[in-house]
Nanobody
Framework: QVQLVESGGGLVQPGGSLRLDCAASGLPLDYYALGWFRQAPGKEREGVSCISRSDGNTYYADSVKGRFTISRDNAKNMVYLQMNSLKPEDTAVYYC??????????????????????WGQGTQVTATS
């Protein structure tokens, strides 16, 4: 059974930091591109950051460039999102997701929600004073 379980969300003051963790089970991450998406109330789900199956190629939404960092540890079956300098507009439910990609696309990074096969249940991040 495939499971993605996020943790690390919470309440933080603007300017603060959080690290989101996503633990994967039932799928070998070596075969997957990985991503973090978020959805705020009344808004569509958006791609925040994604990382390719291999070579560590990354994508960041313009709104988070320079503040967020995605990383993966295939040996531990984990994916992380380090979030610094958080802003109120970062408030959302954050989801991790996995996209099975063929070997020929192992270096490609595309952060399109419809392409991702497996999703976690989400974790709430709230940046407010």
């Amino acid at each position: 059974q495939v499971q993605l379980v996020e943790s690390g969300g919470g309440l933080v003051q603007p300017g603060g930091s959080l690290r989101l963790d996503c633990a994967a089970s039932g799928l070998p991450l070596d075969y997957y591109a990985l991503g973090w998406f978020r959805q705020a109330p009344g808004k569509e789900r958006e791609g925040v950051s994604c990382i390719s199956r291999s070579d560590g190629n990354t994508y960041y939404a313009d709104s988070v460039k320079g503040r967020f960092t995605i990383s993966r540890d295939n040996a531990k079956n984990m994916v992380y999102l380090q979030m610094n300098s958080l802003k109120p507009e970062d408030t959302a439910v954050y989801y991790c997701a996995a996209d099975r990609v063929p070997y020929s696309q192992r270096k490609v990074v595309a952060c399109v929600a419809a392409e991702f096969d497996y999703w976690g249940q989400g974790t709430q991040v709230t940046a407010t004073s």
